[in-house]
């Protein structure tokens, strides 16, 4: 047991446990603040919405995440901002090391943003609105009063009219997610938890709790003697004697990814010579899941830690597929979360254990080649936008791709390098996933060579006594078009900020 102390949900912004996803539209607000003083009097008093069970559902809600200049631009102290992770003090587009490593090159470098792409256009908050689709419109005139235009102005808008079960390119979306375990039940100890697990320490969502490592990430600590009211924000918990202005808080990752559905169905449509049944085949083993969800991997036999049999869709792990006959090892979700303990399976003892830390029984040559899913998991928040196109419509020679359609992805996580930043660049983006070669994400993938000319643009379907499938030539389908880095506080520390 690691539990320290009750979780106080009244602290805590509502996105983190709830979706929001009886709420199906939303608009993103990105503000810059025009006048501090009226931008501190709208935060400080604003109606946040808090991760407290309410029944009936709440009709709105209403969340707010601060970039690093954003936290400067209200008057945080310095030293405060640099507690916080150095990847979020230099932004998503700021520093070309990083944009070479998560694939942001190409069309898809920051230069060719709308936001987040330069200091210019660099937000300082981001304010987020849910409502009923009806009722969108009017929240934000409510919104938009004379003290709200004084304090911002206004970058863009990112709205989602209606965040339906399906992404873009049509396959039903946000069905796996990790159970954040809220009363930390689970030890957090190594070798507790050598097999995949969908169950989550606190910590890796929220600052302020013990990680997978069982560690606390590091998050600003102030002295009470430098807070005018002791009460204003939680004691750190491992640092009594401290106060946490990051406890209860998150990293927030945005994204505007622009899809082109057309350009998907017709590629598939090519490469299975137009024939129904292999063109759905050939975009399931892209994406890893049929279009309804149905996993390409039968239920696990064996117990998953954080999954119930009866959720068919979740109850699978690789490990019963190592050549990915059945899912393609390449396919999206597998690199995405390959399901990987921190031992495979049959390394149960510390025995086995040793052989294998040693380098020795190994079953597989790619057994070693990915890291265990736990340190990097990501809590998916996102929503769609754009009017949709069926595949069938994409598929119409007259098919309209005037409207740009897409995905605002939305993670969060409490450590934005070894979550959002790894997966992104050591499983999705990079070309040599798990042993792959030539291939980086079939969805994401901004297919540019290598440094050494080599391609990335492959996709392999393994098949079981037959050479693998090899498609070459996959175009662009999804483009980075903004994003930017976010610290989503605690609301205490919001206010704490916004005094
Ligand atoms: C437009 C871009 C994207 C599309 C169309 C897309 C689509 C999908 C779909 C259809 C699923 C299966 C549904 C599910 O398992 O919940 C999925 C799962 C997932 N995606 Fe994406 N995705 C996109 C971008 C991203 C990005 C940028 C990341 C992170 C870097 C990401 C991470 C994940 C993860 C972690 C899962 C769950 C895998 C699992 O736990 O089995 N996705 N995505």
Not at 337 to 363: A, H, K, Y
Request: hydrophobic fraction near 35%; charge should be negative.
């Amino acid at each position: 047991m690691t539990k320290t102390t009750d979780i106080d949900y009244e602290d805590i912004q509502g996105l983190v446990r709830f979706g929001h996803g009886q709420l199906s539209a939303s608009a993103f607000l990105l503000l810059k603040i025009a006048d501090l003083e009226a931008a501190r009097r709208w935060l400080n008093s604003a109606a946040i919405t808090s991760a407290t069970e309410s029944t009936p559902a709440p009709q709105s809600a209403l969340q707010v995440a601060f970039t690093a200049p954003g936290l400067r631009a209200l008057g945080l102290a310095e030293d405060l901002v640099e507690q916080l992770s150095d990847e979020f003090v230099s932004g998503l587009g700021g520093d070309t090391n990083r944009s070479r490593r998560l694939g942001d090159t190409g069309s898809n470098a920051p230069q060719h943003w709308r936001w987040g792409g330069s200091a210019e256009t660099t937000p300082h908050l981001l304010l987020m609105v849910y409502a009923d689709p009806t009722r969108l419109d009017s929240l934000l005139t409510s919104i938009r009063e004379p003290q709200f235009e004084q304090a911002f102005t206004q970058l863009a808008e990112l709205v989602s009219r209606h965040n339906g079960p399906r992404e873009p390119f049509g396959f039903v979306d946000g069905i796996s997610q990790p159970l954040i375990d809220w009363q930390q039940q689970v030890s957090t100890d190594l070798h507790q938890r050598d097999r995949y697990s969908n169950r989550l320490a606190l910590g890796e969502v929220l600052l302020g709790y013990r990680n997978e490592y069982g560690l606390y990430t590091e998050r600003p600590l102030l002295n009470p003697l430098d807070v005018d009211r002791d009460d204003a924000l939680p004691d750190a918990e491992d640092q009594p004697q401290l106060l946490d202005l990051g406890r209860n808080g998150t990293y927030l990752v945005l994204r505007q990814l622009a899809q082109d559905v057309r350009g998907f169905w017709q590629f598939v449509d090519d490469q299975a010579g137009a024939d129904p049944q292999q063109r759905e085949q050939i975009a399931a083993a892209m994406v890893g899941r049929q279009r309804d969800g149905t996993p390409l991997i039968a239920a696990a036999g064996e117990a998953i830690d954080g999954s119930e049999p009866s959720d068919r869709q979740n109850h699978f792990t690789y490990a019963r597929d190592p050549h990915g006959h059945g899912c393609p090892i390449g396919a999206h979700v597998r690199r995405a979360n390959p399901r990987s303990g921190d031992f495979p399976v049959g390394v149960d003892n510390w025995l086995s254990r040793l052989v294998r830390t040693l380098g020795f029984g190994r079953r597989h040559h790619g057994d070693d080649l990915v890291a265990s899913s736990r340190f990097h998991r990501l809590l998916r928040r996102g929503r769609i936008y754009g009017v949709e196109l069926t595949p069938e419509q994409a598929l119409q020679a007259a098919a309209d791709d005037s409207e740009e359609r897409g995905l605002h992805f939305i993670c969060l996580g409490a450590n934005i390098s070894r979550q959002f930043e790894f997966v992104q660049n050591a499983w999705c983006a990079s070309s040599k996933f798990a042993g792959l070669p030539s291939e980086s994400d079939p969805l994401l993938g901004n297919r540019e060579p290598l440094l050494n000319a080599a391609p990335t643009d492959h996709f392999s379907i393994p098949r079981a006594g037959a050479p693998a499938r090899c498609i070459q030539g996959l175009p662009q389908f999804v483009r980075v078009v903004g994003g930017a880095y976010f610290f989503m506080p605690g609301i205490k520390a919001l206010r704490f900020i916004t005094r």
